[in-house]
């Protein structure tokens, strides 16, 4: 016999119309979560305005230094490779550092020899891109190198010098390019009138960018 209408439950119907919309919200949930990955922190941003790129023979044990100066005299080298808005990426030492040890316990050679210097903010005034030939090493009865240097502009692109330095030997040191900008960071002038460089003083090797920034200003209000 039928029992009685009055006494049917709708509870197990309730609680599987439950679960299936949970099911629903949580699909929706990792849909949503693949659709708008998580972002990931801003503290670390990799800008460049500038980039001055120096090569030379890829076999070569030359040991060649980029340098550069910016307008409020910060003096970036291999000493200190990153200053104010001045980074240099690597001390390329010819081929010296050109050997990297495999997981297999075997030495690879990557025949690059290349040093790249960037501008990471715009500074109004004169740039200065030296190259400087700090040793012959294991070579010294060739000491003649021809020194591939370009500097561009990143954004927008725009090739500001590109050219071949021959450095005669040990401590020669040349001005490949001097460049200024104004407060939009376009280049407004260029030379290549002679300076030096390499290990000279660095007046704002220790201060953190917020400190630059604040130098530069007072230095604008000064004048």
């Known amino acids: 016999m039928d029992s009685d209408s009055k006494y049917k439950s709708s509870l197990a119907f309730t609680d599987l119309l439950f679960n299936v919309l949970i099911g629903f919200a949580f699909l929706f949930i990792i849909a949503f979560i693949l ?4 972002k990931k922190q801003h503290n670390i941003k990799s800008k460049a305005e500038f980039m001055a790129i120096m090569e030379w023979d ?17 003096v970036v080298g291999f000493p200190n490779k990153d ?4 980074h240099l990426d690597r001390d390329d030492l010819g081929q010296a550092n050109d ?35 700090y040793s012959a ?38 001005t490949a390019i001097r460049f200024k900008i104004d407060d939009n960071g376009d280049v407004i002038s260029k030379n290549n009138l002679q300076i030096k460089l390499a290990g000279k003083h660095l007046p704002y090797a220790n201060l953190e960018h917020e400190e630059i920034e604040h130098t530069i200003n007072n230095q604008v209000e000064g004048h």
């Open 137 to 174: 090493k294991a070579s010294p009865e060739k000491s003649n190198m021809d020194v591939s240097i370009q500097v561009i502009k990143v954004n927008p692109y725009q090739e500001i010098y590109n050219g071949i330095i021959n450095l005669k030997g040990p401590s020669d040191e040349k």
């Open 99 to 133: 050997f990297v040890n495999m997981k297999s316990d075997q030495t690879k050679i990557i025949e690059i020899n290349r040093e790249i210097m960037t501008v990471r903010g715009i500074i109004p005034g004169e740039y200065i891109v030296n190259t400087h030939f």
């Open 58 to 74: 890829k076999k070569s044990k030359f040991d060649i230094d980029l340098w550069m100066k910016d307008p409020i005299g910060t």
């Open 83 to 86: 200053a104010g808005w001045l």
């Open 35 to 38: 659709i708008n990955p998580i």
